[in-house]
């Protein structure tokens, strides 16, 4: 880059670019092995998503990413040990200038997060996932807005200050997004999390105008957002954050219970944007590269669960699916359907030579996954082949009833994804439809004006004999439509609770 | 590091990440939400760097804040993930 045209011209320019950073930073420059440290880390996170593709590999890919956020922590902790105000930046490594007492509180806040969050991790039921992780997005979403404002508050610090005594202007507008995103991301998650939890009505709110709302309210968060560019002031930053917060809320309530699988995800992936644009502050390796991991996950899953759905990201973005569709049934003519009793059912599961079970988001409700492998295995003992399929977006979040299925202790080889295992159903003697609706109706296939038109269903009327287990005839699942699968002849509809119901079925086949 | 280094670095990591992520099981969905989750506080470094620094009592609050948000997330995070991933287990043969 630098050509040798004026002897000595190179040593001046590297000089004068040393200094000038040493001038605006005192020791925020970051040491060579610090930038080393952090692309360590990131590499390390990579490992941690690549362990996950099979379960063997997971394990140690989880310890590689607790590897790289121990190496990030203690890197940024060692770079920057706090000092007592007036230091010169020689006197950093000298021990007698370090501020223990803030030192200790930084040990302190880190103590207490970890601790807190050691205890819910031990203790939440596996069921109550999907909110948690909703949860922990909204964490991550504010942290990112503090952090973006205490840039904001002591830019020297994060070595953003320009000569000028201003913040420079890219990493304004890098701050401004992140704090942006950040607080999307948090109001976001926060809703996600109270409809999630069942803490406010899953049911979509519909503001009127809201398309307009938000798209103003968007379109001012990013022009205000150019505009700190120009200014710094209080109040633009102010109000970029206080927008941010509000079209998370907007943007999440008009959003319906069955969708939240694409809106944990796409929270998800905000998140990651938002930590990417703090590493862009910070010039951060290991913060760019984890928010673009994190952000093309979320937004992969995001992607697979609209497929699963049939749906564009854009609808269920806008929200409202499922709120035009009235009352259930209303309108409806009253069909004839066949009543099963759990006697019943244990009788035929126990004569099938190969059983399918179809779980759905009403197993995770009642609990029924430890009942449900109890009944695989009192069916394996009398020598009846049992496979699990699973939907793509059955449950409210991607992967949602693996878990529970692995925390019952079913092998994950017993366990197959809905393309893989569609064409067994033609030899299944039995399909099992636990807590699930929307992924077996084959309206899906048949009828064009249904909501769920396209979706990829289970082709369950190919099964001999259908088991389905459903609360009551009322509710329809959660698109609205009625199901042909319940009044088809080899069709008995189970109605109770799936768990009650499940351990009748195993005293039925117990003996 | 020049904003175009780092940019590289960014457009780089977004194409590792569509390839791994691909390539993640559908079964470990669930824990690959949770270890994003965990992987992406590492936000905590720029809290730390606020909680640390001398010159604005709001920044360093505000950084110790942030500090203790993205603990429990990083802690909770990781504990949560490998709690899921020890009980994926294949057929007892």
Not at chain 1, 127 to 135: I, S
Not at chain 1, 261 to 270: A, E, I, T
């Amino acid at each position: 880059m630098c050509e040798e045209a004026i002897p000595g011209g190179c040593a001046q320019v590297a000089d004068a670019m040393t200094s000038a950073a040493n001038a605006a930073l005192p020791h925020a420059a970051t040491p060579a092995w610090a930038m080393l440290a952090y692309l360590a880390s990131g590499v390390l996170f990579i490992l941690a998503l690549r362990g996950l593709s099979s379960p063997s590999t997971s394990r140690a890919g989880n310890r590689y990413g607790m590897i790289g956020m121990t190496i990030a922590m203690v890197t940024t902790l060692v770079t920057h040990i706090p000092v007592i105000p007036g230091t010169e930046p020689d006197e950093f490594y000298n021990a007698v200038y370090w501020d223990f007492a803030s030192f200790g509180e930084i040990l302190a806040a880190i103590a207490i997060g970890g601790g807190i969050g050691w205890v819910i991790a031990r203790r939440i039921a596996m069921t109550d996932m999907p909110q948690l992780v909703a949860a922990f997005h909204s964490l991550v979403g504010l942290a990112a807005v503090l952090v973006g404002w205490a840039a904001y508050l002591n830019p020297e610090a994060f070595g953003i200050l320009g000569a000028d005594g201003q913040i420079n202007p890219v990493s304004r507008l890098e701050a401004g997004l992140g704090i942006a995103i950040g607080a999307i991301t948090f109001s976001g998650s926060v809703i996600a999390f109270l409809k999630l939890a069942g803490k406010m009505s899953g049911a979509p709110i519909l503001l009127p105008l809201r398309h307009v709302i938000n798209l103003g309210t968007l379109i001012a968060i990013l022009g205000l957002t150019g505009y700190f560019m120009t200014d710094q002031s209080l109040w633009v930053i102010a109000t970029i954050t206080v927008l941010a917060f509000l079209i998370g809320f907007l943007l999440i309530i008009p959003i319906g219970g069955a969708d939240m699988p694409v809106v944990v995800s796409m929270l998800n992936s905000y998140s990651g944007w938002a930590a990417a644009a703090m590493g862009f502050t910070l010039h951060n390796t290991a913060m760019i590269i984890t928010g673009a991991l994190v952000g093309s996950s979320g937004a992969i899953l995001s992607y697979i669960m609209c497929k699963a759905m049939n749906r564009g990201f854009l609808s269920v973005i806008a929200g409202g699916f499922g709120a035009e569709a009235g009352p259930a049934g209303e309108a409806k003519e009253q069909r004839p359907w066949k009543r099963g009793s759990a006697e019943d059912a244990a009788y035929m599961l126990g004569e099938a030579e190969k059983v399918i079970i179809i779980p759905g988001y009403g197993m995770a409700v009642s609990q029924a996954q430890h009942a449900l492998r109890e009944m695989a295995d009192l069916l394996k003992a009398k020598g009846v082949e049992v496979k699990y399929a699973i939907h793509p977006v059955a449950g409210r979040m991607p992967g949602h009833m693996n878990v529970l299925l692995a925390e019952a202790n079913v092998p994950y080889d017993e366990v197959f994804e809905l393309e893989d295992i569609n064409s067994e159903f033609a030899t299944a003697d039995v399909a099992f439809i636990i807590g699930a609706n929307d992924v077996v109706n084959p309206a899906a296939k048949t009828d064009k004006s249904s909501p769920i038109y396209g979706m990829p269903v289970f082709d369950v009327d190919k099964a001999k004999q259908v088991f389905f287990i459903k609360r009551s005839m009322g509710g329809v699942g959660y698109a609205g439509v009625d199901n042909d699968v319940f009044y088809m002849d080899q069709t008995l509809m189970l109605l109770a609770d799936a768990k009650k119901m499940v351990e009748d079925i195993n005293k039925g086949l117990a003996h | 590091m020049d904003f175009i280094s780092i940019l590289s670095i960014f457009v780089m990591a977004c194409f590792v990440g569509y390839y791994v992520v691909w390539s993640v099981t559908p079964a470990l969905h669930t824990p690959l939400m949770a270890v994003t989750n965990a992987i992406s506080s590492v936000i905590i470094v720029g809290a730390l760097i606020a909680a640390a620094a001398a010159g604005s009592a709001g920044s360093k609050w505000l950084g110790l804040l942030a500090v203790v948000l993205a603990s429990v997330n990083i802690f909770g995070g990781f504990a949560v993930t490998a709690r899921m991933l020890a009980m994926y287990k294949k057929k007892d043969r």
